[in-house]
Nanobody, 120 residues
Framework: QVQLVESGGGLVQPGGSLRLSCAASGRIDSLNTMGWYRQAPGKQRELVAAITSGGSTNYADSVKGRFTISRDNAKNTVYLQMNNLKPVDTAVYYC??????????????WGQGTQVTVSS
């Protein structure tokens, strides 16, 4: 069983910051590309940021310059530092990863996510 558990969400005022964490656990051989996604009410889930095992990153245009993705390979954890948050960033944030489990490359199962609400 592989689990991805997100944490760090909350209520923040516009212009504020939050740092999300996502820890992967279970019988994982390796974590390849890891990513943060979000889903706002009534909208489709979208990729916010991704990071490869080598540290290369890419971001959605809407968060470039405000969000930073990073990872700690020793802890099987990915982070999302979110600065200058805007009300449009309000969503449930999820992480996921392309991983190798028992020799097979798979896309992880979605966790519960963590709610981020940006409001004054």
């Amino acid at each position: 069983q592989v689990q991805l558990v997100e944490s760090g969400g909350g209520l923040v005022q516009p212009g504020g910051s939050l740092r999300l964490s996502c820890a992967a656990s279970g019988r994982i051989d390796s974590l390849n590309t890891m990513g943060w996604y979000r889903q706002a009410p009534g909208k489709q889930r979208e990729l916010v940021a991704a990071i490869t095992s080598g540290g290369s990153t890419n971001y959605a245009d809407s968060v470039k310059g405000r969000f930073t993705i990073s990872r700690d390979n020793a802890k099987n954890t990915v982070y999302l530092q979110m600065n200058n948050l805007k009300p449009v960033d309000t969503a449930v944030y999820y992480c996921n990863a392309i991983m190798t489990v028992r020799g097979t490359v798979v896309f992880g199962s979605w966790g519960q996510g963590t709610q981020v609400t940006v409001s004054s």
